[in-house]
T-cell receptor, first 114, second 112 residues
Framework: DVKVTQSSRYLVKRTGEKVFLECVQD?????MFWYRQDPGLGLRLIYF???????EKGDIPEGYSVSREKKERFSLILESASTNQTSMYLC?????????????FGPGTRLTVL | KQEVTQIPAALSVPEGENLVLNCSFT??????LQWFRQDPGKGLTSLLL?????REQTSGRLNASLDKSSGRSTLYIAASQPGDSATYLC???????????FGKGTRLSVIA
């Protein structure tokens, strides 16, 4: 079974802190994604990566950066956390093959910024 | 703009009913369509993936259909149970090098 894990289920940080959210997948997937999910707004794509050391901006990249140094790991960085970044953060991965690119999600990290 | 719409936003049914969840998308040029389930406070669980060349996929009590020409997909749940209560999301991989586009989901409540 594909497994996507996220470093924390719940996280509480202070405004201005630098925050790291880690995501690891064990199925050798090329593609990895970071989303945030807020009530009424649905899933919004922050950043994604189609390969090691590659990154692409999603719909709402402002205030975030990412790192993909290894194929299995995709990190989301909040350079200076703000209260409006309080949200559920979801990581996902998928293979590149169009014949079988089912996307799998991690359990999510509920981040609260005080 | 490529969009995915799910109507209704919420649905409540009595236990045992067969039900259909709807998903529509704006462009028929797609690679595939995926249905997910999400329980409160949890991540998304993949239910079914339908390739553009397929008309339907089945898994247990779930059956998903795809009609590309009309830009529609349905998720049929047979003999619904309270454990089916969750939010169901539809996502489309449109042709071109773009990530999945998600609908906002339908929140299903199955009442015992």
């Amino acid at each position: 079974d594909v497994k996507v894990t996220q470093s924390s289920r719940y996280l509480v940080k202070r405004t201005g802190e630098k925050v790291f959210l880690e995501c690891v997948q064990d199925m050798d997937h090329e593609n990895m994604f970071w989303y945030r999910q807020d009530p009424g707004l649905g899933l919004r794509l922050i950043y994604f990566s189609y390969d090691v050391k590659m990154k692409e901006k999603g719909d709402i990249p402002e205030g975030y950066s990412v790192s993909r140094e290894k194929k299995e790991r995709f990190s989301l960085i909040l350079e200076s956390a703000s209260t409006n970044q309080t949200s559920m953060y979801l990581c996902a991965s998928s293979p590149t093959s169009l014949e079988d690119n089912e996307q799998f999600f991690g359990p999510g990290t509920r981040l609260t910024v005080l | 703009k490529q969009e995915v719409t799910q109507i209704p936003a919420a649905l409540s049914v009595p236990e045992g009913e067969n039900l259909v969840l709807n998903c529509s998308f704006t462009d028929s040029a797609i690679y595939n369509l995926q249905w997910f389930r999400q329980d409160p406070g949890k991540g998304l669980t993949s239910l079914l993936l339908i390739q553009s060349s397929q008309r339907e996929q089945t898994s247990g009590r779930l059956n998903a259909s795809l009609d590309k020409s009309s830009g529609r997909s349905t998720l049929y749940i047979a003999a619904s149970q309270p454990g089916d209560s969750a939010t169901y999301l539809c996502a489309v991989l449109f042709s071109g090098n773009t990530p999945l586009v998600f609908g906002k989901g339908t929140r299903l409540s199955v009442i015992a």
